[in-house]
């Protein structure tokens, strides 16, 4: 059973254009939501995440929308740039930094000029 | 600060044969975890630590093995490759409780023939 679902799998926006990547989920324990960003050859590294006590946090061309009724939270990427061209992965976890994190399957960005 | 650092990176093995990937961090963190990346998969959990001498199975332990006898080393053992074990591994470590942050080693290509 997939905890995490994540879409779309891949996106291609243009150059100063707006991304939008959603991720969905089930376990109403979760309770810190990372975005990870990771580029070819490269482990993944973490780009902004929220808890759900906020509905929104901006760092930069970044924002996470969170939505806790409908189990909802999405990656916006303003001004988008080629280097921002990545996999961008979406993750949820329990309580505790003791417990695992969930990822979405993942987000393949082409940001093209 | 090194960081989470992997050893090797690249890897071939042939079916049946056993190997060890390393991972270590200096920044004292408690939690370590290994997972795997699969296109279209994303990162799916194989086995994780919340401190020395306490490990734990993810998502896909089978086929592989851990031990922490260490904050700093937390090695994953192959115990008879097989085609179904090549991929990309990934170590993250965290420092653990009321921290979420998990930091990404570069990553160990493993290709079993």
């Known amino acids: 059973q997939q905890q995490v679902k994540q879409s779309p799998q891949s996106l291609i926006v243009q150059k100063g254009g707006i991304s939008i990547i959603n991720c969905a989920y089930e376990n109403t324990a979760f309770d810190y939501f990372p975005w990870y960003q990771q580029f070819p050859g490269k482990g993944p590294a973490l780009l902004i995440a929220i808890r759900p006590d906020v509905s929104e946090k901006k760092e930069g061309r970044f924002t996470i929308s969170f939505n806790k009724s409908a189990k909802q939270f999405s990656l916006h990427i303003m001004d988008s740039q080629p280097g921002d061209s990545a996999t961008y992965f979406c993750?949820?976890?329990?309580?505790?930094?003791?417990?695992?994190?969930?990822f979405g399957k993942g987000t393949r960005l082409s940001v093209i000029a | 600060n090194a960081g989470v650092t992997q050893t090797p990176k690249f890897q071939v093995l042939k079916t049946g044969q056993s190997m060890t990937l390393q991972c270590a961090q200096d920044m004292n963190h408690e939690y370590m975890s290994w997972y795997r990346q699969d296109p279209g998969m994303g990162l799916r959990l194989i086995h994780y630590s919340v401190g020395a001498g306490i490990t734990d199975q993810g998502e896909v332990p089978n086929g592989y093995n851990v031990s922490r006898s260490t904050t700093e080393d937390f090695p994953l053992r192959l115990l008879s490759a097989a085609p179904s074990q090549t991929s990309v591994y990934f170590c993250a470590s965290s420092p653990g409780d009321g921290s979420y942050e998990q930091y990404f080693g570069p990553g160990t290509r493993l290709t079993v023939t």
């Open positions: 993750a949820a976890s329990q309580p505790s930094g003791n417990t695992p994190l969930v």
